[in-house]
């Protein structure tokens, strides 16, 4: 009897280690891939491209990659590398996408769609931006791509809405600096505000966060008691945004101090936002859920039209009808 539970105890154990041995191998479900079927370029670079029309970005990626692995030294395999990232990057897959266009970028450097490539990678990491509340490593790969397309095709369409991005996302660095400095503040730790402060006024000068930045140095450099800092920093914050709510306030607590700005304050007007001011440059905001304009690939890696279909032969009604 002893034997036998014995064994049936060996027995659940082995059952239990092969099942969460199982489970344990589970792993997500493999992209899409095309049984090795030869077919002509055309027609699996064109089937790719109408599964993107379809937003069906898997199986336009199969195509594409098919495309690459069947015709490899192909000017149909080229396109098709750019047309994997854009579908990886419709997709949301990121990674996939910069990881593509990071290939294109090292095979064909000297190519005319290499722009795109750039373009497409610092668009990766520009959505991946999140709130300043949480790590901005994204934001600072974005920043240094965005200029990278500025820097190499400085008149280019994609370098135009580069520049307009980078704007973006150094209002969204200033405004880390700020969320930090504003913390310190709170602790007590007003050197260190200062510091945070001072970098906004200083890398990030054209934000929105500047005339607050040198209101905090106002309040922060009183606090200490460097009356000098603080009515210089008031001084230019009269200077640069007289009309400014933060100068309004900066003066009231220089005044308070029986100090004098260089300017009294100009009527105070509502803060603008940043995208208030985008938008007062005339720049059109692509509409909630949808791609930038400049995502969309260029024209050159669409696929050629398809040749007109011969008109059928008519049947002896057919031509009675045509009459």
């Known amino acids: 009897m002893l034997l036998r539970s014995t ?12 099942a969460l041995a199982a489970s344990g191998c589970v792993r997500e479900k493999p992209k899409p891939r095309l049984a090795y ?53 419709q997709a949301n897959q990121y990674a996939d996408a910069i990881q593509d266009s990071e290939r294109f970028i090292q095979l064909y450097p000297g190519n005319q769609s290499v722009v795109y490539a750039y373009y497409l990678k610092a668009l990766c990491y520009f959505e991946q931006i999140v709130d300043v509340g949480r790590d901005q490593a994204a934001t600072e790969q974005a920043l240094a791509s965005l200029r990278e397309v500025v820097q190499r095709f400085p008149r280019s369409e994609y370098a135009a809405d580069a520049r307009l991005k980078i704007d973006m996302v150094n209002d969204q660095l200033a405004g880390k600096e700020m969320a930090i400095g504003r913390y310190y503040l709170r602790q007590g730790q007003t050197i260190a505000a200062i510091g945070r402060f001072r970098a906004v006024v200083d890398r990030y000068q054209t934000t929105t966060h500047t005339p607050e930045a040198l209101y905090r140095l106002v309040e922060a450099y009183l606090t200490v008691g460097l009356l000098q800092e603080a009515t210089a920093n008031g001084a230019v914050l009269g ?9 309004t306030d900066a003066y009231k607590l220089l005044t308070d101090r029986g100090l004098q700005p260089a300017v009294e304050p100009k009527t105070p007007g509502a803060k603008r936002s940043y995208l208030d001011r985008l938008l007062g440059r005339g720049t059109a905001l692509p509409p909630p859920g949808e791609r930038a304009p400049g995502a969309a690939p260029p024209a050159e890696l669409q696929p050629e039209p398809a040749a007109p279909a011969k008109p059928k032969k008519k049947g002896f009604l057919g031509r009675l009808f045509d009459r």
């Open 37 to 89: 079927q030869e077919r002509p370029v055309e027609l699996l670079y064109s089937t790719g491209a109408f599964k993107l029309d379809q937003r069906r970005w898997s199986e336009a990626v199969a195509y594409f990659q098919e495309v690459e692995r069947q015709h490899p030294y192909s000017e149909w395999s080229r396109r098709a590398i750019l047309m994997t990232a854009y579908a990886h990057y």
């Open 7 to 18: 064994g049936r105890v060996a027995l659940l154990i082995l059952a239990v280690t092969a």
């Open 239 to 247: 200077h640069n945004f007289p009309g400014d709510p933060w100068y």
